[in-house]
């Protein structure tokens, strides 16, 4: 896996965590139960009918991102504790089978379990070279269910390397989101490129 510098394809403001969930949902076939309202189902329709590349940067709104760092024997801590969800890397190389990648890990929290994180991670604020991203949902907003989910689901990990600017073989195949992302296998069309276009904030 390698870092590059890639151009931004879409402008625009995030959506809401709401609006990104719930979109990303449907497209992996797992339908948040929330209810939304009229204006933001008739906006979901809207969307649901552009490009899915054209609006990743759009989809960055899906949690409040801390860029950190922490030890490695802290990361391999949070990675066996299951109150959270691993994206990133580790999250593509789980659904494409491509062994271990570089890059920084990156977790998922209920914002209600942000401290819990903080604490048991010893993580500090790292702005220049971070090995760690946690994102924050708001507990209204938590899509996955701890019971089943280890990682995040495909599009969202490719969301991750894609806002990281991190390439990996292969990793198009998650995007854009289809009900099979959550443990896709199969071969696909090889890509190089993760088009992200931005750094976390």
Request: proline share 5%; aromatic share 8%.
């Amino acid at each position: 896996m390698r870092t590059t510098t890639l151009r931004e394809t879409y402008s625009g403001r995030p959506l809401s965590q709401r609006l990104v969930w719930a979109l990303l949902g449907d497209w992996e076939g797992r339908p948040q139960s929330r209810s939304l309202h009229r204006q933001e189902r008739a906006r979901l329709a809207e969307y649901a009918t552009r490009d899915h590349a054209q609006l990743c940067h759009r989809l960055k709104g899906r949690a409040s991102f801390r860029a950190c760092s922490a030890t490695s024997s802290a990361i391999r801590r949070l990675r066996e504790d299951r109150r959270w969800v691993i994206g990133g890397g580790a999250a593509v190389a789980q659904y494409l089978e491509v062994g271990d990648l570089d890059g920084p890990a990156t977790f998922y929290v209920p914002r209600s379990l942000e401290e819990a994180f903080l604490d048991a991670s010893l993580a500090v604020p790292d702005a220049f070279q971070p090995n760690l991203y946690l994102g924050v949902i708001d507990d209204s907003c938590w899509p996955f269910d701890i019971e089943i989910d280890r990682h995040v689901w495909g599009s969202v990990a490719y969301l991750d390397c894609r806002e990281q600017r991190i390439e990996s073989p292969r990793l198009g195949v998650l995007w854009p989101p289809r009900a099979g992302n959550l443990d896709v296998q199969s071969d696909g069309p090889e890509e190089g490129d993760a088009r992200g276009e931005g750094e976390v904030n």
